[in-house]
C-alpha cells in the first residue's frame, strides 16, 4: 500500500513538472512573438506573468478562471491592446493549459467528475454542434475567415471555463473571491477608456451581468472588508452604465434587478418602498442624454445631439435581424456555419458588414440553425430554472447568495443578448460551469455527511467486523 501511494505521488510530482516545463514554454514563445510584434513592454510582461500563474492550477484549479477573465476582460474589448491579445491567441493557449493543468489536478486528487447531469451534457451537445455547423460550412465551400472578436474558437474556450468552474468554485472561500475580482473588470476597463466610455457597448454590458454580484456582496459577502469593496465597485458600475448611454446595459440591468427582487426574501416591502426609491433616484441621478437615447426609438420628433447614432443602429438591427431570421430560412438544421454571420449577409442584406446580428438567439440561429439555438436556450435558461430550485431548497446562508448571484447574472445577460450578439461570451459559459457547481454542491456536502459502515474504513478488524462478515457470507 505505501509503495502505491509513493509511486502515485511521485507520479504526480512528475506530470506538475512536466506541465510547468510546457507552461514556462509557452510563456517564451508568447514573450518572444508579443515582442516582435510591438505590443510593449506593459503587455509583454502581463502576458508572460498570465502564463507563468498556470503553473499553478495543477494545485489551485481556479488560478485558472482568474487568469483568464483578466486576459479577456482585463482589456476593453475595441482596444488596439485588446486586438493584440487575439493576435498573440493568448486565450487560446490559457485554455489549453488550463484544461490540462485541471486534468492533472482531477487525477492527482481523484475528482468525482461532474459529467452526469443535464446541463453539462447539453453544454457538450452544444459544443459538438459549434463543431458540426463549421464542418458543413467547410464542405459547402463557404468558410471565408472569421472575424477575431466574433471567432467560434471562443465557444471551446468557454467549454473549458466550463468544466473548471463546475468543479472549482462550489466552495465558499473561492467563490467569493472570484466574484471579487469579476467585479474589478468593469472599473479596470473604463479607466482605460476614459472617455470614450461614451456610446460604448462592451463594458456597460459587462457591468450590468456583473453587478449582481456587487449588489448581493455587500450584503451577503462573509468580511466586512469585502462588503466595503463590494459596495464601492457596485456604485462604480451604475456610474459606468449611465455615463455610456447604452441601452442594451440599461435593459440587462433593469432584469437582473427584476432577479434579485424575485428572490428577496420581503418582495413585498422592496415593491412598495424599494421600488418607487429606484425610480425617484433614477429621475434624479441618471442623465437626462440616457433617456433621450431611449425616446428616440419610438418619437422620431425627439431631439438629441447623437440622433444619426441613435437611428441608424435601430434601422440597422431591424435589418440585421430580417437577414438572421431569412438564413434560418435558408438552411433551418446546420444555419450557415458558427460564426459565418458576418460573411453571409452579403447575401441577404443590400451592404457586406462585419456586424453581428445584434440578438444571441437570432444569431445562433442564423448560424448553426434550429437545433443549435434551442441546445442555446435549453442551456441558459434552463440554468436559471436550475438555480431557481438551488434557492428554494437552500436551508442556510450557502449557497443560496452564490446561486442568487449567478442566476441574476444570467438573467441580464439574457435580457442584454435581445440587442447585442454576445453569444460566444466566455464568461457566459463559465457561468453556467458555476450552476453546475451550485447544483450538486448541496448533495456532495449530505453525501460526505453521511457515515460510512464501519467495513468500508480502512483498518477495520475488530472481532465484532469479522463476525458480521462471516454471518453476511
Not at 479607466?191 to 456587487?214: C, E, H, M, R, V
Not at 443560496?400 to 443578448?417: D, K, S
Request: charged share 15%; proline share 5%.
Amino acid at each position: 500500500m505505501r509503495l502505491r501511494q509513493s509511486i502515485g505521488l511521485a507520479s504526480s510530482d512528475l506530470s506538475w513538472i512536466a506541465y510547468s516545463v510546457i507552461v514556462s514554454a509557452v510563456a517564451v514563445h508568447l514573450g518572444i512573438t508579443a515582442s516582435q510584434t510591438g505590443l510593449g513592454a506593459p503587455v509583454l510582461t502581463l502576458t508572460c506573468l498570465g502564463i507563468m500563474s498556470l503553473v499553478l492550477v495543477p494545485r489551485f484549479p481556479a488560478v485558472a478562471l482568474g487568469t483568464f477573465v483578466l486576459a479577456a476582460y482585463g482589456l476593453p474589448r475595441y482596444m488596439d491592446r485588446f486586438t493584440g491579445v487575439l493576435t498573440l491567441n493568448l486565450l487560446n493557449w490559457i485554455s489549453v493549459l488550463a484544461i490540462i493543468g485541471w486534468t492533472i489536478w482531477a487525477v492527482r486528487v481523484r475528482a468525482n467528475l461532474r459529467i452526469k447531469n443535464r446541463l453539462t451534457l447539453t453544454m457538450s451537445a452544444f459544443i459538438v454542434w459549434v463543431g458540426v455547423t463549421m464542418l458543413a460550412a467547410w464542405t459547402r465551400g463557404e468558410w471565408i475567415g472569421y472575424y477575431p472578436r466574433h471567432h467560434p474558437e471562443q465557444y471551446f474556450q468557454g467549454m473549458a471555463l466550463f468544466l473548471i468552474a463546475a468543479h472549482t468554485l462550489g466552495e465558499r472561500t473561492p467563490a467569493w473571491w472570484f466574484l471579487l475580482l469579476l467585479c474589478f473588470l468593469p472599473s479596470l476597463q473604463a479607466l482605460q477608456l476614459g472617455s470614450k466610455i461614451y456610446l460604448n457597448n462592451d463594458t456597460p454590458l459587462l457591468s450590468a451581468i456583473i453587478f449582481p454580484a456587487a449588489l448581493l456582496g455587500a450584503a451577503s459577502a462573509p468580511h466586512r472588508a469585502q462588503r466595503i469593496i463590494f459596495g464601492v465597485l457596485a456604485v462604480c458600475m451604475l456610474i459606468i452604465i449611465a455615463a455610456a448611454h447604452n441601452r442594451g446595459a440599461g435593459i440587462a440591468l433593469v432584469c437582473a434587478l427584476a432577479a434579485v427582487w424575485w428572490n428577496s426574501r420581503d418582495r413585498l416591502r422592496i415593491a412598495l418602498i424599494g421600488i418607487p426609491a429606484i425610480l425617484v433616484g433614477a429621475s434624479l441621478l441618471v442623465p437626462q442624454g440616457y433617456v433621450e437615447r431611449f425616446r428616440e426609438l419610438w418619437n422620431p420628433e425627439a431631439r438629441h445631439w447623437t440622433k444619426s447614432l441613435d437611428l441608424a443602429p435601430a434601422r440597422g438591427r431591424l435589418t440585421l435581424w430580417n437577414s438572421a431570421i431569412r438564413m434560418v430560412g435558408d438552411r433551418p438544421i446546420v444555419g450557415v456555419g458558427a460564426g459565418n454571420y458576418p460573411h453571409a449577409t452579403k447575401n441577404y442584406a443590400r451592404t457586406k458588414t462585419r456586424q453581428p446580428a445584434h440578438n444571441n438567439a437570432l444569431d445562433v440561429a442564423a448560424e448553426m440553425g434550429i437545433p443549435g439555438v434551442t441546445l442555446y436556450l435549453a442551456l441558459f435558461v434552463g440554468a436559471v430554472f436550475v438555480l431557481q430550485r438551488v434557492i428554494r431548497r437552500a436551508r442556510s446562508e450557502w449557497p443560496e447568495p452564490i446561486a442568487r448571484i449567478v442566476q441574476a447574472a444570467l438573467v441580464a445577460y439574457l435580457g442584454g443578448g435581445l440587442f447585442m450578439s454576445r453569444q460566444d461570451m466566455q464568461l457566459a459559459y463559465l457561468l453556467l460551469g458555476w450552476v453546475v457547481a451550485m447544483q450538486l454542491q448541496p448533495r456532495d456536502r449530505e453525501e460526505a455527511r453521511t457515515p460510512r459502515r464501519r467495513d468500508d474504513v480502512p483498518g477495520a478488524t475488530s472481532p465484532e467486523l469479522l463476525r458480521e462478515r462471516l454471518s453476511r457470507e
